[in-house]
Nanobody
Framework: QLQLVESGGGLVQPGGSLRLSCAAS????????MDWYRQASGKQRELVAR???????IYADCVKGRFTVSRDNAKKTVYLQMNSLKAEDTAIFYC????????????WGQGTQVSVSS
C-alpha cells in the first residue's frame, strides 16, 4: 500500500499552466498504474488521466491534448502537466494507485487545489 502526497496546485488564469506532482512512499510503486482524479464542488470525483506500469497513458476527453501524465519510477513520483487551463478545470486533484488499473493500492489523500479564474 502506497502513501501519496499531492502538490503543485494553485491559482492560475485561464490559458495558464500548472504542473502537479504526486510523491509516493511504500513498496511496488513501479508495478502500479497511477491515476489522477479531480473533484469539483458539487460533482463526483472523475478520472482525468492514467499511466500504467508500462507507461501507457489514457485521458478523459475533456483534457485530451491539454494534459500530460508522466512518471519517474526512480523518484516514485507521478506528474500531471496541465496546459491551456479552463475555468471548468477548477477542482481538487488527487492521485491514486491501482494494481492492474482496477484494485486500489492507496488511500485518498488531501489532494491539491487547482483554481482557474480571472
Amino acid at each position: 500500500q502506497l502513501q501519496l502526497v499531492e502538490s503543485g496546485g494553485g491559482l492560475v488564469q485561464p490559458g495558464g499552466s500548472l504542473r502537479l506532482s504526486c510523491a509516493a512512499s511504500g513498496n511496488s510503486f513501479s508495478a502500479y498504474a497511477m491515476d489522477w482524479y479531480r473533484q469539483a464542488s458539487g460533482k463526483q470525483r472523475e478520472l482525468v488521466a492514467r499511466i500504467t506500469s508500462g507507461g501507457t497513458t489514457i485521458y478523459a476527453d475533456c483534457v485530451k491534448g491539454r494534459f500530460t501524465v508522466s512518471r519517474d519510477n526512480a523518484k516514485k513520483t507521478v506528474y500531471l502537466q496541465m496546459n491551456s487551463l479552463k475555468a471548468e478545470d477548477t477542482a481538487i486533484f488527487y492521485c491514486h494507485a491501482d494494481a492492474l488499473g482496477l484494485v486500489p493500492r492507496s488511500d485518498w489523500g488531501q489532494g491539491t487545489q487547482v483554481s482557474v479564474s480571472s
